[in-house]
């Protein structure tokens, strides 16, 4: 069995990790201890094109399947998880639209996905239910003066649907969906 990557995989493994050596790496601490959301290292995957690898050349991306994803996120991750992150969630938030979605709604968002004109989310975690999809509460339903609403039962005190603007903390995406919790300084890894 051939383990090897094909030439095409092989030649973006490299170029993500020569792009996370030198662009990456230096700014990995700084991401971690500010938990400010690194727009420049967004920038900088737009620009290099890694926003569309699992999304389909027909609709704006490079094609490059779960596989070139996964190579890229590998490389990003190896120097910051946050970083890496922004590269998994062109996937999880596009992905049932490109198993399930109308053709429409496919020309619709992804192709501003993969050139970065879009942004995508992804929220699966709720206080009582984890990743527990089924035991999830919120639900989105159409309000006729508003459009499309959120509705949740999260309450824990300081994390509401409308919560405080967030303080600077060493997670940058937020643990646990709560825009105002903070990891224990402890609780850092010290891989670096």
């Known amino acids: 069995m051939d383990f090897d990557l094909p030439e095409e995989l092989a030649q973006l493994q490299e170029t993500v990790r020569r792009l996370a050596q030198d662009k990456v790496k230096p700014r990995a ?7 400010e959301y690194p727009q420049d290292l967004f920038d900088l995957f737009r620009d290099a094109g890694l926003l569309g690898l699992c999304i389909p050349t027909e609709y704006g991306g490079s094609g490059a399947g779960i596989l070139g994803l996964t190579i890229a996120i590998e490389e990003v991750a190896k120097y910051s998880n946050t970083a890496a992150l922004m590269l998994l ?25 993969a050139d970065g004109t879009l942004r995508a989310a992804f929220g699966l975690s709720e206080p009582q239910a984890g990743s527990d999809v089924m035991g999830m509460r919120t639900r989105a339903r159409h309000d006729d003066a508003r459009g499309a609403k959120l509705a949740t039962e999260m309450r824990r005190p300081g994390c509401s649907p ?4 967030p303080t600077p903390t060493r997670d940058a995406f937020r643990r646990n969906g709560c825009p105002t919790s903070r990891w224990p300084s402890t609780t850092r890894p010290n891989w670096r």
């Open 89 to 113: 969630l062109t996937r999880l938030p596009t992905g049932p639209v490109m198993i399930a979605g109308s053709e429409e709604q496919k020309r619709r968002y992804l192709p501003g996905i």
């Open 29 to 35: 601490r700084e991401i971690d201890d500010t938990g």
């Open 162 to 165: 409308i919560a405080p603007p």
